[in-house]
């Protein structure tokens, strides 16, 4: 059975600084793996996808790698604004066949304080 | 601005009803997902639909459970009887897939606050 673990559950840090936030997982076979953000009473955002043959995915100010023999994918932002406070999910989509397995990371809660 | 709408935005009943979630897709999507979010077990993937036809429902309770497409333009999630467990945030989304599932961004609405007492 996959898991899928986010490091840290929670992040506070200063605007301008740039952050890693961290998803693991326990099985490598993976489809791809996806980052989300969601805020308070939302649903979920769509940020980055990465394919399992991709090492790194980005978008303006966020990057997303991953490492499938080590079971590892970051998050990285560049220049943290208030309004990246959000919390940010991982999902690793596994196929099997015709069906596919979609397990989240619990994730991270991130404060930007101005 | 396209969005996902799901209604209601917030339900409270008791145990033993029936409760209905509505979700209107996107315009033009033709893949929707249903989800469950809840502190415990984090966010599930319940089931989704491809064209209007069911293509994995085995995240979903089936014995109380159920989840159909009556037309593009709306799904539906039934929950019958309802339990206290079954209390969490149920999210819909919806995307265009050109070849495979997941291969491509989902856009979710807000959600349905289900409680029951």
């Known amino acids: 059975k996959q898991e899928v673990t986010q490091i840290p559950a929670a992040l506070s840090v200063p605007e301008g600084e740039n952050l890693v936030l961290n998803c693991s997982f326990t099985d490598s076979a993976i489809y791809n793996l996806q980052w989300f953000r969601q805020d308070p009473g939302k649903g979920l955002t769509s940020l980055l996808l990465?394919?399992?043959?991709?090492r790194e995915q980005t978008s303006g100010r966020l990057n997303a790698s991953l490492d499938k023999s080590s079971g590892r994918s970051t998050l990285y932002i560049a220049a943290s604004q208030p309004g990246d406070s959000a919390t940010y999910l991982c999902?690793?989509?596994?196929?099997?066949?015709?069906?596919?397995?979609?397990?989240f990371g619990k994730g991270t809660l991130l404060t930007v304080n101005p | 601005d396209a969005r996902v709408t799901q209604t209601p935005r917030h339900k409270v009943t008791e145990m033993g009803q029936e409760v209905t979630m509505r979700c209107q897709p996107i315009?033009?999507?033709?893949?929707v997902f249903w989800y469950r979010q809840t502190m415990m077990q984090g966010l599930e993937l319940l089931a989704y639909?491809?064209?209007?036809?069911?293509?994995?429902d085995s995240g979903m309770p089936k014995d109380r459970f159920s989840a159909e497409m009556p037309d593009a333009t709306l799904a539906t999630l039934k929950i019958q009887p309802s339990e206290p467990r079954d209390s969490a945030v149920y999210f819909c989304?919806?995307?265009?897939?050109?070849?495979?599932?997941?291969?491509?961004?989902?856009?979710f609405g807000d959600g349905t606050r289900l409680s029951i007492l």
């Open positions: 639909f491809r064209n209007r036809a069911p293509l994995d």
């Open positions: 315009l033009g999507h033709n893949t």
């Open positions: 989304a919806s995307g265009l897939v050109m070849w495979t599932v997941f291969n491509q961004p989902q856009h």
């Open positions: 990465i394919q399992s043959s991709q």
């Open positions: 999902a690793v989509i596994r196929s099997g066949g015709s069906n596919y397995k979609l397990t």
